[in-house]
């Protein structure tokens, strides 16, 4: 009996000094007077809150993409401000957030108005998840100081032929870049500035036209912008004013349209062939290759070309023409996709066997992270040195009975302009 109660009286003790460290008093920070971005801005500042007070808002871009570092920007429906954290946090783009202003110092740096020394722990409050904010539809020369921290779209722009195919930023040297973007009057630019501690700083900046989404930022009297993520910089379109000696996105839902061709050797299983290019259908159409078969796991060993037309390059200008094209893949390990050149290849036989090639793989740059369908542009790759009346391009995918992983192509483009 006195052996139970001993147990008993050590049980009540260890549950009794049992401490809660997973759920702080997050309640018990105060409310206090509601106040609104475009209130805060139109104070005197540096201005230090003291009193009860707080700011409802949603993050439009966090850290994760390591293109901030303890920052965030927030809007709400008065306008959009800079939050400077005294640590990362975990705040993610789309938290409706509150944020309980004491102690906080609304100032400058810059010319950019920040809401400084927010603690994450102490000041903020989620609310709600997934509440995205739209972003505001702007032309280049509408952009000004009274946009600074809005999220914001433009249609219909692209980067300077200096910007175009570069690398975002210096991820080697872990460096900032400025890129610039144009509209297509080419009259008006606006910086995009990367982090070189950004988990896309190599990669390259798309060669195309199209629309992009970005954050408002400016750097004393410049205005410039800051991207969430590339995936945002949607440049599939042909560039103001190109003149393409070879296109093809593949948008008429055909694979061989415009005198491609494939050429094929491997397995035939339950009457596919396995690795051979084919048409992928989506909302994106794109042309896939993969050799394995998901109902049987099986991998079959094969070889498979995607060709072009025949070009006639001979007229171009010196320094064209420029291909470029966007690639991604995924389910590695397996053979990486290659790019080949010949001026002598006569259409019809198996490339293989005829034909003198030249592999180009070297100057692309491929897409090299197989966990997500994330397409990387190429970057401008120069076919000047192939000039004939007979050029050809030809993608190669190589997949073995041990392995392979699925690559796809899209929006192929050889410029002459």
Same mark, same amino acid.
Request: contains cysteine; negative net charge; hydrophobic residues 35%.
């Given at each position: 009996?006195? !052996?139970?109660?001993?147990?008993?009286?050590?049980?009540?003790?260890? /549950?009794?000094? !049992?401490?809660?460290?997973?759920?702080?008093?997050?309640?018990?920070?105060?409310?206090?007077?509601?106040?609104?971005?475009?209130?805060?801005?139109?104070?005197?500042?540096?201005?230090?809150?003291?009193?009860?007070?707080?700011?409802?808002?949603?993050?439009?871009?966090?850290?994760?993409?390591?293109?901030?570092?303890?920052?965030?920007?927030? @809007?709400?429906?008065?306008?959009?401000?800079?939050?400077?954290?005294?640590?990362?946090? %975990?705040?993610?783009?789309?938290?409706?957030?509150?944020?309980? /202003? !004491?102690?906080?110092?609304?100032?400058?740096?810059?010319?950019?108005?920040?809401?400084?020394?927010?603690?994450?722990? /102490?000041?903020?409050?989620?609310?709600?998840?997934?509440?995205?904010?739209?972003?505001?539809?702007?032309?280049?020369?509408?952009?000004?100081?009274?946009?600074?921290?809005?999220?914001?779209?433009?249609?219909?722009?692209?980067?300077?032929?200096?910007?175009?195919?570069?690398?975002?930023?210096?991820?080697?040297?872990?460096?900032?870049?400025?890129?610039?973007?144009?509209?297509?009057?080419?009259?008006?630019?606006?910086?995009?500035?990367? %982090?070189?501690?950004?988990?896309?700083?190599?990669?390259?900046?798309?060669?195309?036209? +199209?629309?992009?989404?970005?954050?408002?930022?400016?750097?004393?009297?410049?205005?410039?912008?800051?991207?969430?993520?590339?995936?945002?910089?949607?440049?599939?379109?042909?560039?103001?004013?190109?003149?393409?000696?070879?296109?093809?996105?593949?948008?008429?839902?055909? =694979?061989?349209?415009?005198?491609?061709?494939?050429?094929?050797?491997?397995?035939?299983?339950? +009457?596919?062939?396995?690795?051979?290019?084919?048409?992928?259908?989506?909302?994106?159409?794109?042309?896939?290759?993969?050799?394995?078969?998901?109902?049987?796991?099986?991998?079959?060993?094969?070889?498979?070309?995607?060709?072009?037309?025949?070009?006639?390059?001979?007229?171009?200008?010196?320094? =064209?023409?420029?291909?470029?094209?966007?690639?991604?893949?995924?389910?590695?390990?397996?053979? @990486?996709?290659?790019?080949?050149?010949?001026?002598?290849?006569?259409?019809?036989?198996?490339?293989?066997?005829?034909?003198?090639?030249?592999?180009?793989?070297?100057?692309?740059?491929?897409?090299?992270?197989?966990?997500?369908?994330?397409?990387?542009?190429?970057?401008?790759?120069?076919?000047?040195?192939?000039?004939?009346?007979?050029?050809?391009?030809?993608? !190669?995918?190589?997949?073995?009975?041990?392995?392979?992983?699925?690559?796809?192509?899209?929006?192929?483009?050889?410029?002459?302009?």
């Amino acid at each position: 009996m006195k !052996k139970g109660v001993l147990i008993s009286l050590a049980v009540f003790i260890f /549950l009794g000094c !049992k401490r809660e460290y997973d759920n702080p008093p997050m309640s018990n920070i105060p409310v206090g007077e509601a106040i609104t971005i475009a209130e805060m801005k139109a104070l005197d500042y540096p201005h230090k809150f003291v009193g009860d007070s707080s700011l409802y808002a949603v993050v439009t871009m966090d850290e994760s993409s390591g293109n901030l570092y303890k920052n965030i920007f927030v @809007q709400d429906a008065t306008g959009a401000i800079n939050v400077r954290l005294f640590s990362s946090g %975990s705040l993610t783009e789309g938290d409706s957030i509150r944020i309980y /202003l !004491k102690n906080t110092v609304l100032g400058q740096y810059t010319g950019m108005i920040q809401l400084d020394s927010v603690d994450t722990d /102490l000041n903020v409050i989620k609310i709600e998840n997934n509440r995205n904010i739209i972003p505001q539809v702007v032309k280049i020369n509408e952009i000004d100081q009274t946009m600074q921290s809005r999220l914001v779209r433009i249609d219909s722009a692209e980067f300077i032929s200096a910007s175009a195919g570069q690398s975002w930023a210096d991820g080697v040297n872990q460096a900032s870049i400025d890129r610039v973007l144009t509209n297509c009057s080419e009259t008006d630019e606006i910086i995009i500035r990367s %982090s070189g501690y950004a988990n896309f700083a190599d990669d390259l900046t798309p060669t195309g036209n +199209g629309e992009i989404t970005a954050i408002v930022t400016q750097f004393n009297t410049t205005m410039q912008l800051i991207i969430r993520n590339p995936s945002e910089v949607n440049f599939s379109n042909p560039r103001c004013g190109a003149i393409y000696v070879l296109s093809k996105d593949f948008e008429d839902g055909s =694979l061989t349209s415009g005198g491609w061709t494939t050429f094929w050797s491997g397995t035939t299983a339950g +009457g596919t062939d396995w690795g051979r290019f084919e048409l992928f259908s989506s909302s994106d159409n794109a042309a896939s290759a993969s050799n394995f078969d998901i109902s049987t796991f099986t991998n079959y060993a094969t070889t498979s070309w995607f060709i072009s037309p025949a070009m006639d390059l001979n007229s171009l200008a010196p320094g =064209l023409p420029i291909l470029t094209f966007d690639n991604t893949h995924r389910y590695a390990p397996g053979a @990486q996709l290659e790019l080949w050149v010949s001026m002598d290849y006569d259409g019809i036989s198996d490339p293989s066997l005829q034909g003198t090639w030249t592999n180009l793989s070297g100057t692309v740059n491929w897409d090299l992270d197989d966990t997500v369908w994330d397409w990387v542009t190429s970057g401008p790759i120069d076919l000047s040195a192939f000039k004939s009346s007979n050029t050809y391009i030809a993608f !190669k995918y190589q997949g073995s009975n041990m392995d392979g992983a699925t690559w796809e192509i899209d929006d192929i483009n050889i410029e002459n302009q």
